[in-house]
């Protein structure tokens, strides 16, 4: 297992530099090839079968860690044998659809240079799980507005000359944040303040934060918000869709980022982090290193709101455990600001 890693470290250090110094000029680029996948995936509900017997090929025991390894060298997660059946699934799904049969081969492709970056992006799209919805996490999200509240009815935010900064860690296809936006403008309404908000929204996934700026949504992904909520910060459209509307669309912008570049963010002095459901993919050592970086990005008295479960053991002498048994939620000293 080291020796594979180790033999990824060169093209896992091209790609991440790649990514980064090419992100800006691949998205416009890229966004029509994920739209035009998309489409063609809607309009038939089987993928594709190149295996002239029907059989899919099998992931064994050396391509299974060849994998695993890639995928945390370049992502920080880690894929435990539990999941391999998972990820197997997932790799056979797309290698179907670009009419591939061998696992070694789509490897050779995924790690091509520079070709292999568009594919990397659609594959890492497909493992990463994008089960989500507005208004997802309740007590979460209860926790995220009484902070708000009591922010604004004690006008704690007034004398800031900012606005009120907000990071949405693993946004996906954008529920979450534009779920938060809401909360936000809906407490700025109920305490009558002046303050205003942004929300920075993160993935690493290139095809997600396509949709997340559509913000276009099946009407099962708003199930759990109020009829009035949607009437106020949706469009109706035809085939049973909402989109959000620009006035919110505004308060939220998406960028790509891989968590474990996160040491390297120029995102600083947030009044809250929402980080739900993205650290379960990491290692514990890695956590550890997220949390702590996440926390250094936090302003004084500032908000970092976690999934629970998902900071065992962890420990940092700058921020001190949220009183909620619903939810794991941290608060930084009110020390000056750095």
Not at 56 to 66: A, E, K, V, W
Not at 84 to 103: G, T
Not at 171 to 197: D, H, M, V
């Amino acid at each position: 297992m080291a020796i594979l890693l180790d033999q990824e470290s060169s093209d896992s250090s091209f790609f991440k530099s790649s990514i980064r110094d090419t992100s800006r000029k691949m998205l416009s680029k890229s966004e029509h090839v994920f739209e035009q996948t998309s489409v063609r995936q809607s309009l038939t509900s089987k993928p594709y079968m190149p295996w002239e017997s029907g059989k899919s090929p099998s992931l064994n025991d050396s391509q299974f860690l060849q994998w695993q390894a890639l995928l945390e060298d370049r992502t920080g997660m880690y894929i435990n044998i539990y999941h391999r059946s998972l990820l197997e699934s997932n790799l056979i799904i797309r290698m179907r659809e670009i009419e591939c049969s061998d696992f070694d081969e789509y490897f050779k492709k995924v790690c091509s240079k520079p070709e292999g970056i568009v594919e990397w992006s659609i594959l890492l799209d497909r493992i990463m799980v994008q089960e989500t919805r507005f208004y997802r996490n309740a007590e979460s999200l209860d926790l995220f507005s009484a902070y708000l509240n009591e922010k604004f009815n004690t006008n704690e935010l007034q004398h800031k000359s900012r606005p009120l900064n907000i990071w949405s860690v693993g946004c996906s296809s954008g529920e979450e944040p534009y779920t938060l936006a809401i909360l936000c403008q809906e407490a700025i309404k109920k305490t009558g303040s002046t303050c205003t908000f942004g929300i920075t929204a993160t993935d690493i996934s290139l095809p997600v934060l396509v949709k997340a700026r559509e913000g276009i949504y099946n009407a099962r992904r708003l199930l759990d918000l109020k009829s009035t909520l949607i009437d106020h910060y949706f469009e109706a459209l035809e085939g049973n869709k909402f989109q959000v509307k620009d006035s919110l669309k505004k308060k939220v912008c998406f960028s790509m980022a891989n968590m474990i570049d996160i040491e390297k963010s120029p995102l600083r002095n947030m009044d809250i982090i929402y980080c739900q459901n993205v650290l379960i993919y990491f290692r514990k050592e890695r956590k550890h290193i997220i949390l702590d970086s996440l926390v250094e990005r936090l302003a004084p008295g500032g908000l970092l709101v976690i999934g629970q479960g998902e900071a065992f053991d962890w420990h940092n002498s700058q921020v001190s455990r949220v009183t909620d048994n619903q939810t794991l939620a941290y608060i930084r000293q009110a020390t000056q600001e750095h």
